[in-house]
């Protein structure tokens, strides 16, 4: 497994040494003792849990600055999070998700391989965003199935002036990016690049959208809003 991990990394850009390798064995073990208790993850093959979420969460670690503060919304098991704070320690870290039983896991892991800098915060994306955390970061990052714009209007608001918001989005979205070009216009960001990214038999994108000016107030709306009245 340590081979696979070392490899599939180093495809997306993340050099591993020894202890961040053992580290990694360290939250698979904890990620399959935990899930036997509740609904983590449905990937439990180990090979599949180093390629679909280790180095799947690394393929950010090109387009990211050390010293920088990130926030994961929606961290579920605490991908991208805790790959990213694993492979970039000086990053500050937050992991923000609405379900405290996936917090109380991400803790454990956090407390088992001994990370600083690096908390958990539960609560709603659209609380969240309306705290002391709006715009405090200079990345948002979200692995979320739901749409760019929907996504954005939950994200963006995280993100400092200046500071970049990174989707994990499918191979094709062309269609997305354009759906959400208005909601992005009015959230105060706009798409600088999208990443392809190809490692084994992983084919997805990172949509980067920088934070041009500050989020207006009103958003983000609540989920009910959101699905009534998209940005448009």
């Given at each position: 497994m340590k081979n696979i991990l070392e490899q599939a990394a180093a495809e997306v850009g993340a050099k591993l040494n020894v202890t961040q390798i053992e580290m990694f064995m360290?939250?698979?073990?904890?990620?399959?003792?935990?899930?036997?208790?509740?609904?983590?993850?449905?990937?439990?093959?180990?090979?599949?849990?180093?390629?679909?979420?280790?180095?799947?969460?690394?393929?950010?670690v090109p387009f990211i600055e050390h010293g920088k503060s990130l926030i994961d919304v929606g961290?579920?098991?605490g991908f991208p999070?805790?790959?990213?704070k694993i492979a970039m320690n000086s990053l500050n870290v937050t992991l923000l998700d609405s379900l405290k039983k996936r917090l109380l896991f991400a803790n454990a892991v956090i407390d088992e391989l001994g990370l600083s800098e690096i908390r958990t915060?539960?609560?709603?994306?659209?609380?969240?965003?309306?705290?002391?955390?709006?715009?405090?970061?200079?990345?948002?990052v979200a692995r979320a199935v739901s749409r760019l714009q929907v996504l954005a209007e939950y994200c963006l608001p995280y993100v400092k002036t200046g500071g970049v918001f990174i989707a994990?989005?499918?191979?094709?979205?062309?269609?997305?990016?354009?759906?959400?070009?208005?909601?992005?216009k009015v959230l105060g960001g706009t798409v600088v690049d999208i990443k392809e990214i190809r490692f084994f038999d992983i084919h997805h994108s990172l949509i980067m959208i920088k934070k041009v000016r500050q989020t207006p107030p009103k958003y983000p709306r609540s989920p009910a809003k959101i699905a009534q009245h998209p940005i448009k």
């Open positions: 360290q939250y698979k073990d904890l990620l399959l003792e935990w899930n036997k208790k509740m609904n983590l993850t449905s990937i439990t093959d180990e090979q599949e849990i180093m390629v679909k979420h280790f180095a799947d969460s690394l393929s950010l961290t579920g098991a999070g805790v790959p990213l915060v539960h609560t709603r994306a659209e609380d969240g965003a309306n705290s002391e955390l709006r715009e405090k970061y200079d990345y948002a994990y989005k499918g191979a094709d979205v062309k269609i997305e990016v354009a759906d959400a070009e208005a909601a992005l």
